[in-house]
């Protein structure tokens, strides 16, 4: 019987590739009768388009042009509602919205060609702010709206009469750019029979698939996209390929020649989705032995010219806004509003970032207004199993909040310390020190119905020699997906691990498993390739003799049997929603909204410099409950980059905006924590299986991002007696949250403190 490899830190299976240079990158592929492709994008954030002329200059009739009236099916990028456009036909909402497409074998003639466009534009009013949205001025769409949710349970009025104390306070995040590795890149070419092929750096190719097939009128087989080696997504690559592949597509089949389209990383980060920004007003009613009666949260998206993926994004922040917190009432209204800049999108976290950041800061502030310690008043409200959360979900058994809390304590020596810098900081003019702690958790896969809509499909192969082929669409950007799978796979058919092996998603040779996102690729894909694994081995041991205990030869013995009796094996699991998971009604928002959830508890230490206005964050525990850890190295480092990513949310990354578009659209312009910025990051994993995850893995990859930018906010607070309520704390706006009183209102027993303006108002 075969050492299994589940819970070891086995060789990543792209490893040695990548370590010798041998991965091809989309921008490494060369075809034959290759051209390059270049956009012509607007240059003002709302207009009407009047017409484009082409000046003399360069060799015209040597260059392909595509516009709108070359696209031979829908005019639309498919994804949850059909409003944006490949190009622009008349309408402006963007700065930066294709309107042309060029291609030529000449990169350099490309970029002379684009400068020779001239555009006709009649400039609109735009709508640049989260706030002149929500004023209706000169609205984008009715109402600017693009997604609502609200989710309620108990009665909040009531809730509010019952409370002692009720404080309320706004808090805003900024956008955040994903900053991958490798910027946006495609390769389309035509074939003989009327098909295209498509190449890319990616997440989701069924995603692509399906854009691709409305934009060209093509049916399934006449479309096909493969992934290349890709570097890196953060959400990023979620659902923007779909327009890029869609142009490069244009352009070759126009052609009738292979079109390569990259983006260098200006025009990456000038044209591209971000984390959207958020505006999250709180009002919480407590009584004065810090049990919370009452939460009304009013959240607010910032979701750009388009819908792209606002609603799911909207809809997890919904759920997530309440947090892991007894309350008997409450009631989440959530909008993302339209404005004239570029589309926001899927970025790792998902809007749950935005929305945990405004709830525990928030929880320190409630604390400090009843003169708690932070940690005790978490304590008095964290969920425990059986307990409801807001969507009536019950806390499995088995979760302990109060021990990740703990061991996040102990480890971080938060009670010493923060007495510690207390009396450091009295002494100190200068550097003040200070720690703060966050308590979250993070849903695993798509919200509510989501995942059996998708009916996602995985399937192993068998080959004659006895391996094992992994066949999804899940795709490897870094995160180790292939090794964690193959690490499953192994471990269930009791193989060695170097005996199976992903194959490339491509959608003329896998199955549609779903995207790569929502931190569903371990818990949910990998459970089906669980199941299918399980399903092999049966059928290996009924049909050709495969013993108990055996070992790799015996495998390899009973799989060139079955291949010569009965030809090829190839075992297919379809989702199924896991035994008594509370259906999901989309109408309510009440139900089971996730399979599972993880679990976490984060404290951050800073040190300010009031010299300077800056913070450093100078350590950082981070304690979470995973399920199981199925790679340990692997899924470390997802907390560690997710850590990082987050300090750099909480302090560096702003996006500068001016006149709709990114001003500061360089990396020499827009500031990313480095290795100097980033301080020990302790990792621990508590572990508590979860039933239908595969080994008992839940998902990892987006926790992480949660959780920082409020512990360090909290630090800074702390360290300072300041109420700094949005981030990125850069230094200007450290300054001003130290000379400005603060903004939190609070009311007695029975009042309700009015929110910023009555459109506003979430407590009636």
Same mark, same amino acid.
């Given at each position: ?10 060789? %990543? ?21 290759? &051209? ?18 082409? !000046? ?36 402006? !909402? ?6 042309? &497409? ?8 490309? =970029? ?94 069924? @995603? ?13 087989? $006449? ?42 990383? #200006? ?7 971000? %984390? ?22 009013? @959240? ?25 917190? %007894? ?24 809007? #749950? ?30 969920? /425990?199993?059986?307990?409801?959360? #807001? ?13 990740? +809390? ?8 938060? /009670?010493? $310390? %923060? ?81 199976? #092996? ?86 309510? @928002? ?17 040190? +300010?410099? &009031?010299?300077? @206005? ?13 399920? =199981? ?28 905006? $001016? ?7 360089? *990396?020499?312009?827009?500031? *990313? ?55 990125? *704390? ?35």
């Amino acid at each position: 019987m075969t050492e299994g490899s589940v819970g070891k830190n086995v060789p %990543r299976k792209e490893g040695p590739d990548k370590l010798a240079g041998r991965t091809r990158y989309v921008d490494d592929i060369s075809l034959p009768d290759m &051209l390059h492709g270049l956009t012509v994008r607007s240059p003002v954030p709302r207009g009407t388009l009047e017409g484009v002329a082409f !000046r003399p200059g360069v060799p015209w009739e040597e260059i392909v042009v595509v516009d709108h009236r070359d696209i031979p099916g829908r005019n639309v990028v498919r994804l949850i509602k059909d409003d944006q456009p490949f190009l622009v036909a008349r309408e402006i !909402r963007h700065r930066e919205e294709p309107i042309l &497409l060029l291609a030529h074998a000449d990169r350099a003639l490309l =970029r002379r060609a684009a400068a020779l466009v001239d555009l006709t534009i009649t400039p609109a009013e735009p709508v640049l702010s989260l706030e002149d949205s929500l004023a209706g001025v000169h609205p984008i769409v009715p109402d600017n709206l693009l997604a609502s949710h609200q989710l309620a349970g108990g009665d909040v009025n009531a809730g509010f009469r019952e409370a002692d104390l009720i404080v309320e306070e706004t808090y805003r995040t900024g956008a955040q750019e994903h900053v991958y590795i490798e910027p946006q890149g495609m390769i389309a070419a035509p074939d003989d029979a009327g098909g295209i092929t498509v190449w890319g750096s990616l997440q989701c190719p069924y @995603y692509v698939h399906a854009a691709l097939k409305d934009l060209l009128g093509l049916p399934d087989e $006449k479309v096909r996209v493969v992934q290349t080696a890709t570097g890196g997504g953060f959400g990023g690559k979620e659902d923007y390929p779909s327009l890029i592949a869609g142009h490069a597509a244009l352009l070759a089949l126009k052609a009738r020649r292979p079109v390569k389209i990259v983006y260098d990383r #200006a025009e990456d980060m000038l044209a591209t989705t971000k %984390r959207h920004p958020a505006r999250i007003h709180h009002l919480t009613g407590v009584k004065r032995d810090g049990r919370i009666t009452a939460m009304a949260i009013d @959240y607010v998206l910032d979701g750009g010219a388009y819908v792209t993926l606002s609603p799911v994004v909207l809809s997890r922040g919904t759920i997530h806004a309440p947090g892991p917190y %007894r309350c008997p009432n409450v009631r989440v209204r959530s909008r993302a509003m339209a404005t004239n800049t570029p589309p926001h999108g899927a970025f790792r976290g998902f809007g #749950a970032p935005q929305a945990i950041f405004g709830l525990e800061v928030h929880m320190d502030h409630v604390a400090a207004e009843l003169g708690m310690d932070p940690v005790e008043f978490r304590r008095r409200n964290l969920l /425990h199993p059986g307990d409801a959360m #807001a969507t009536g979900q019950k806390v499995p058994a088995g979760t302990d909040l109060e021990h990740l +809390v703990a061991t996040a304590l102990r480890e971080s020596g938060f /009670h010493a $310390k %923060r007495e510690i810098f207390d009396r450091s900081n009295a002494a100190s003019p200068h550097l003040k020190r200070g720690i703060g702690l966050a308590a979250f958790f993070h849903g695993a896969g798509f919200t509510g119905s989501g995942e059996v809509h998708l009916a996602s499909r995985a399937a192993l192969r068998l080959t004659p020699m006895g391996a094992v082929e992994i066949l999804t669409a899940n795709t490897e950007i870094g995160q180790g997906m292939a090794t964690t799978f193959s690490q499953i796979v192994s471990d269930t058919l009791e193989i060695p691990y170097d005996m199976v #092996a992903p194959v490339a998603p491509d959608t003329a040779a896998v199955p549609n498993s779903g995207p790569t996102v929502a931190s569903r690729t371990c818990m949910i894909v990998g459970g089906l390739l669980h199941g299918a694994a399980r399903d092999m081995l049966e059928v290996l041991r009924e049909k050709a003799g495969l013993p108990l205990g055996h070992t790799p030869d015996d495998f390899r013995r009973a799989a060139d049997r079955y291949h010569t009796m009965r030809g090829p094996l190839v075992a297919v699991r379809h989702y199924r929603p896991p035994e008594g998971m509370v259906a999901w009604d989309d109408a309510a @928002y009440r139900g089971d909204a996730y399979g599972a959830y993880a679990w976490a508890c984060y404290v951050a230490e800073v040190q +300010v410099d &009031l010299r300077t @206005y800056t913070a450093e964050v100078t350590d950082f525990v981070a304690v979470q409950d995973v399920g =199981r850890a199925i790679h340990p190295v692997i899924a470390r480092g997802q907390i560690e980059g997710g850590v990082a990513q987050g300090i750099g949310y909480a302090l560096y990354e702003q996006v500068v905006w $001016k006149d709709g578009a990114m001003a500061n659209a360089r *990396l020499a312009d827009y500031i *990313l924590p480095t290795s100097a910025d980033t301080p020990p990051i302790r990792v621990a994993f508590l572990e508590a299986p979860y039933a239908d995850g595969p080994f008992g893995a839940k998902g990892i990859g987006e926790l992480p991002i949660d959780g920082p930018a409020p512990a360090i906010v909290n630090a800074v607070n702390h360290a300072l007696g300041t109420r700094a309520t949005r981030i990125p *704390l850069i230094p200007e706006a450290l300054m001003e949250a130290m000379d400005a009183p603060s903004a939190l209102r609070r009311s007695p027993a029975g009042g309700v403190a009015g929110p910023p303006s009555d459109k506003d108002r979430t407590v009636s």
